[in-house]
């Protein structure tokens, strides 16, 4: 099971960090990914980590060098750090867990969803 945590309501050009935890089974070797679904848009890949990487192995174009996607094995968690937010970020976020490992921004790639953390940015 993946759950997220960490949404909620924040100030353009402000930060946030989301978590996804895991239960039932180790995400060692296990890809990773963080979607997202704006209202009325279909869900978009935002960033991805495959099995064994401890750090991104690619990012959306709209968020690079504002997101930043981790991996803790120990705590058996991944994070995504979003900088700079804006407007246009606003959307449920998801984590995804791949268990070939050779993860993509595809959603095909992945096995199993979380149910969703809503991130908003207003003033």
């Known amino acids: 099971q993946l759950v997220e945590s960490g949404g909620g309501l924040v100030q353009p050009g402000g930060s946030l960090r989301l978590s996804c935890t895991v239960s039932e089974f180790s995400l060692d070797y296990w890809g990773v990914g963080w979607f997202r679904q704006a209202p009325g848009k279909a869900r978009e890949g935002v960033a991805y980590?495959?099995?064994?990487?401890?750090?991104?192995?690619g990012y959306a174009d709209s968020v690079k060098g504002r997101f930043f996607m981790s991996r803790d094995t120990a705590k058996n968690m991944v994070y995504l750090q979003m900088n700079s937010l804006n407007a246009e970020d606003t959307a449920v976020y998801y984590c995804a867990a791949d268990a070939q490992g050779w993860s993509t921004m595809r959603e095909d790639d992945y096995d199993l969803w979380g149910q969703g953390t809503q991130v908003t940015v207003s003033s």
């Open positions: 980590v495959r099995s064994g990487s401890a750090t991104a192995n």
